[in-house]
């Protein structure tokens, strides 16, 4: 998914305000409520919830829009592998039906509402449950966006619940739908390892844009640093770390994956998620050195800034230098004596204006030889 990297300049204080607002309104939206109750935290991206549902195997695939979690009950026994994809979470009433009729713990019902988790694993006795961190660039900011997708794998159905509508998904749908690869030979766990490696390979189109960003920054700022650059190092070094904080624990999440002793989990498909897992060690190392060439970029911007400035101080004391003996010809002259001899020649003025120049000159070419300027 090509798209333009180009974050967008806000000023330092603003920035912080914006972005912290958000983050407390996480901590604060559960606050004195017990624990598995049912509230949605975080922001509302949707109008309304949609469930979508790709049900196949190996001979054929059944694409239908459902309306309400009953519709999808039949699937839970189903000898077909079934993918209920629901999109929206605001709608705690299809939350909670989803989880009285599949079975989901209140605990798990109430993390999947809390867009604020962390990234992690968790097994229950007839399912497991995956939370990641799938990124976006948002188109309208120029900021890379983030939103919570949790995963539940059970025998027979796999089940994804997303915050909007757009994902990174569209090419496992599309190796569904037409058959290609192994995936519709293979088992809901698969299917699981797919929507993981989807969005990790994500990560690298994303990093693909911030290094370009990089090397645009860095050609400005060696051909004119601009003050508006370090703004936008800064916004783009933050979205840095945000990558971080997303992708750190997605390493965790892909190594208890495939070391995970459960009949959910095959041991044929951890081979496919140790793979998953190198290529997060590799977008992580890529973080940190972005997130280092970003910081040296912040001091090169300085230097540059600082360099210039002793440029021009430089040419300033110059002039002022060439002008302080002619400051005090003039000086010497101004004085409104009556007794100067030089007052009453009729050569007088040229003569100083003259010694003037010829002084200014020849200043001026030391500072050539000696190669002040």
Avoid at 130 to 156: D, F
Avoid at 168 to 189: A, L, S, T
């Amino acid at each position: 998914m090509p798209f333009p990297f180009n974050p967008v300049i806000r000023a330092g204080i603003h920035g912080k305000v914006k972005a912290m607002i958000p983050f407390k309104r996480l901590l604060s939206g559960k606050a004195g409520l017990s624990p598995g109750s049912l509230v949605h935290v975080g922001d509302r991206k949707v109008d309304r919830v949609r469930i979508h549902v790709i049900d196949y195997d190996k001979d054929s695939v059944k694409e239908r829009e459902a309306e309400s979690p009953s519709d999808c009950e039949e699937y839970k026994t189903s000898r077909s592998i079934t993918w209920i994809d629901v999109k929206g979470l605001h709608g705690v009433e299809i939350i909670q039906g989803f989880g009285e009729r599949f079975g989901l713990h209140p605990l798990v019902l109430e993390d999947i509402l809390n867009t604020g988790q962390r990234p992690k694993t968790e097994e229950f006795e007839k399912y497991l449950l995956v939370i990641c961190k799938m990124l976006s660039y948002e188109q309208e900011t120029g900021e890379v966006g983030m939103e919570q997708v949790s995963i539940v794998l059970a025998p027979s159905f796999v089940i994804t619940f997303q915050e909007k509508e757009g994902d990174v998904f569209d090419p496992v749908r599309d190796r569904i739908r037409k058959g290609r690869g192994r995936i519709r030979k293979m088992g809901e766990d698969y299917l699981v390892y797919a929507l993981l490696d989807a969005v990790v390979d994500n990560y690298f189109v994303l990093l693909d844009k911030v290094g370009t960003s990089l090397e645009d920054l860095e050609e400005e700022i060696m051909g004119n640093p601009r003050p508006d650059i370090l703004d936008r190092t800064h916004v783009l070094k933050r979205e840095l770390i945000l990558m971080r904080r997303s992708i750190w624990p997605m390493r965790e999440v892909l190594s208890n994956l495939q070391r995970e002793e459960s009949s959910l989990m095959t041991e044929h498909t951890g081979l496919f998620l140790r793979d998953a897992y190198e290529h997060t060690i590799q977008v992580i190392e890529t973080v940190e050195t972005f997130n280092d060439m970003a910081s040296g970029l912040m001091d090169y911007h300085m230097s540059a800034v600082n360099n210039r400035m002793n440029e021009v101080m430089k040419v300033l004391t110059i002039v002022a230098t060439i002008f302080i003996p002619l400051t005090f010809i003039a000086g010497i002259y101004g004085m409104n004596f009556e007794h100067m001899p030089e007052l009453a020649w009729a050569w007088a003025y040229p003569a100083v204006v003259g010694v003037m120049g010829v002084l200014a000159g020849g200043m001026i070419v030391w500072f050539k030889h000696n190669r002040f300027f």
